[in-house]
C-alpha cells in the first residue's frame, strides 16, 4: 500500500481544540454534537517506513472509530493491530520504541511528516507503557508532537494527558519477548488497580507478529541507512558538545560537517541547521552518531516532571431521590466537583449514569446518579477536596464515594 500524504484538511485539524476533544474523546464527548462529522468520510493515513512496509491509521470521528494495522509489501487490506472506540476498544497495541522508532523512519522518508509530529501525536493514543519506560526519553517527544492549543482551549492533548491514560506502569503490565522474538503483553490482575489491559497482543495471540517484526526491521534499517559510517567518525566531538551544552549552533554545525562529508539527507540537515524543537534535534543526533534510542533526549532534556504523575479513579454514587430537582441537584453537585477538581489542577468528574424508582404514583423517577471522578497525582488531595465539595451540598446518607482499585475502599464522607 503506497503511503498517503497527510490530508490537508487533516493537517488544519491538527491545530483545532475541536477536532482533539472529538478524537480523544476528552472528558466523554464523542464529537456527536458537531456538525462537522456527519457524513464526514473520515482518514487514512498511511506511513511509510520502507521496504514497502506500512503502518496504516484510520479515522473516523463520526463514529468515534479509530483502526491501527499493517500493511506487508502487497498486501492492500491492513491487518489489525488495534482498535478505539465506545464499545469494546483493544488499544494498547504498541510499545514507546516502537511507535518512536516508526515515527523516525517515517519521518526520514517523508518530509510532511516530521518527527515528533502529527504521526506521533495521532497514533500515540496505541502506546501502552511499561516498567521499562523512561519518562526522560519519552515526555520531551510527545510534548512536541502534541505542541501548544489556544490559550482558550476547552481541551488540547498534553504528555500528561496522555500519560494518564497510557501508563501501564504500576499496574501489573508485562512486557516480555517469547521464544520467536515477539513482544507480548500481559497483566496479573492482582496488580491491576484500576487499569484494565485490553490488547490483541497477548501470548498465543492472533496478533500479526511475523508481519509487525518485519515491518519494525524495515524502519530500524530505514534509520540506520540514514547516515554512513564513515560520515559519523568526521564529526568528532560535535554531537556530545551539542548535547551536552544544549548548544543548536553546535547541531547546525554537526550538519555542515555532515554535508561537508557527502552527507545529503535533507530530513537530517533541516533537521539540524532549522530544528522545529530541540527534541527533534535530539532523535537525529541519535541517528548520526548511533546513539541508542532515547538517550540523548533524555540527557538534553533531563528528567521529566510527569516522573510522579499518576491518575486515580473515584465512584461517587449521590443519591438523590426526594430532591425537589433530583436531576437539577446532580447536575450542579457534578459541576462544583468538576469545578473545583480543575481549578486546582486536580482531576475533573462527569455524570456517567442514574438509576430509576417507581414513585407512589406509579411513574418512574431519578434516584441516584453515577459520577466518575479522575484524580491526578495527589489522591489525597484529590479525594478530601471532593469530599469537602460534596459536603457543602449535603449529601444523603445513602451516598457513597469510593477509591476504584484493588481494594475498592469507601471514603467516610463524614
Partial sequence: MPGVPLAADLRDLLKDPSFWSAYERSDGDDGADDERWEDHPGWTLTADVGGGHTLVLEIDIELGMVNLGVCPPGVTEPLQLGWDDDAHPFPHALRWD??????????????????????????????????????????????????????????????????????????????????????????????SGDFTLYSLRGPESEFPFDAWRELLAAAGRTVSDAVPGPARDALGDLPARAVADRDLSLAGQTGRSLAAAGVGHPVIL??????????????????????????????????????????????????????????????????????????????????????????????????????????????????????HTLLRHDPAPETVLRHQGGTDAVVALR
Fill in 270 to 387: 533541516r533537521g539540524l541547521d532549522g530544528p522545529t524543537d530541540p527534541a527533534e534535534v535530539c532523535w537525529i543526533l541519535e541517528t548520526v552518531t548511533g546513539a541508542a534510542q532515547g538517550s540523548l533526549v533524555a540527557r538534553w532534556f533531563g528528567p521529566s516532571a510527569l516522573r510522579v504523575a499518576r491518575r486515580y479513579r473515584l465512584d461517587l454514587h449521590l443519591e438523590v431521590g426526594g430532591r425537589p430537582d433530583p436531576r437539577g441537584y446532580a447536575s450542579t453537585v457534578t459541576r462544583d466537583l468538576d469545578r473545583a477538581l480543575r481549578d486546582r489542577g486536580l482531576g475533573h468528574a462527569e455524570q456517567t449514569g442514574s438509576s430509576m424508582r417507581r414513585d407512589a404514583s406509579g411513574g418512574y423517577v431519578t434516584h441516584a446518579v453515577s459520577v466518575d471522578i479522575a484524580v491526578f497525582d495527589d489522591l489525597a488531595a484529590g479525594t478530601d477536596l471532593v469530599r
Fill in 98 to 191: 516502537e511507535l518512536d522508532l516508526i515515527a523516525r523512519a517515517v519521518a526520514l522518508r517523508d518530509p510532511d511528516l516530521p518527527h515528533p509530529g502529527p504521526l506521533l501525536a495521532l497514533v500515540s493514543r496505541f502506546v501502552l507503557l511499561g516498567e521499562h519506560d523512561d519518562l526522560d526519553a519519552v515526555t520531551p517527544l510527545l510534548a512536541a508532537a502534541f505542541g501548544t492549543g489556544p490559550a482558550d482551549a476547552a481541551y488540547w492533548p498534553t504528555a500528561r494527558s496522555w500519560l494518564y491514560r497510557c501508563d501501564g506502569r504500576g499496574r501489573g503490565v508485562t512486557w516480555q519477548r517469547d521464544d520467536a522474538g515477539n513482544w507480548t503483553v500481559d497483566q496479573d490482575e492482582d496488580q
